[in-house]
């Protein structure tokens, strides 16, 4: 593959938001490499070979699902010969939407312009949603109802999404809304008997117990936070754990603060 277009394609897919696989054939012995690119599961372009085509997506598979970022693998053709796979996968930026400018979700904002997320936060005051509270030009502000604020924000599968507004009935609306997105976590704030609430209401509406079990609720590593910046790291050192670590069972709804 021309290195223009690979770059082009690397370009696209950080646009969208979605990972992409780079990946180098090198033929021991023939001083010569292919570059090839994996998305979605499909390898452009395939280099001829079915087995080699199966040992390249079998090895990208094992990566991703561990969260690694490169490798170099030791394979073979279908007549023996050595060659290796050398793979490195390419994330975009993590997108964090934070629905709920209070105190905890101005401190997660604050906390993951630091660490380097795209932060977008929504709030239906706008004396929340304003720079006086979230002065970083880093963090977008967004002053929307609740119901339709996820339509005026891009949801991709490099997106962290946290629900922490004002009371139960915005989380409702809000999670409702962003259920059905590719979003890689989501997160809900409040005690188990709020959580529990929000989830019968939901499910009497039609919403499964799978899409349910996505939900972190309540939200954040269980690490004994009172402050809502004890909380925010909490909420945050969780969304690491699950982007970082997506072959470990993750805690979803049943444990929390």
């Known amino acids: 593959m021309d290195h223009g277009i690979a770059l082009k394609l690397i370009q696209e897919a950080a646009d969208r938001g979605e990972s992409i696989a780079v990946v180098r054939l090198i033929i021991s012995g023939a001083n010569e490499n292919k570059l090839m690119l994996v998305q979605d599961g499909e390898l452009v372009p395939g280099p001829g070979n079915p087995e080699i085509v199966k040992q390249i997506l079998a090895a990208v598979e094992r990566l ?16 023996g010969s050595p060659l290796r796979i050398a793979i490195e996968i390419v994330r975009p930026k993590l997108q964090l939407v934070i629905f ?28 929340f949603a304003s720079r ?26 490099s997106t962290a999404v ?36 929000v989830f019968k209401k939901l499910e009497s509406e039609g919403v499964s117990e799978r899409e349910l079990q996505r939900v972190h609720a309540p939200i954040g590593l269980k690490i004994g936070a009172r402050s809502p910046q ?28």
């Not at 922490?164 to 609306?173: I, K, L, N, P, S």
């Open 64 to 79: 991703e699902a561990r969260g690694g970022v490169a490798e170099l693998v030791e394979a073979a053709d279908e007549q």
């Open 162 to 197: 946290v629900i922490v507004t004002r009371g139960h009935q915005y989380d409702e609306a809000c999670l409702k809304s962003v259920l059905g997105s590719n979003a890689i976590y989501l997160g809900m704030i409040g005690s188990r008997r709020r959580v529990l609430s």
């Open 100 to 127: 709920g400018a209070g105190h905890v979700g101005q401190s997660v904002a604050l906390m993951g312009a630091l660490i380097g997320y795209d932060v977008i936060v929504i709030d239906d005051r706008e004396e």
């Open 230 to 257: 004890e909380i925010a790291v909490a909420i945050l050192a969780e969304i690491i754990d699950h982007v970082n670590n997506p072959i470990r069972e993750q805690k979803g709804e049943r444990d929390g603060l």
């Open 132 to 157: 006086r509270r979230l002065p970083d030009p880093r963090i977008e502000l967004l002053v929307s109802d609740y119901a339709s604020a996820a339509s005026k924000v891009s949801i991709s599968s």
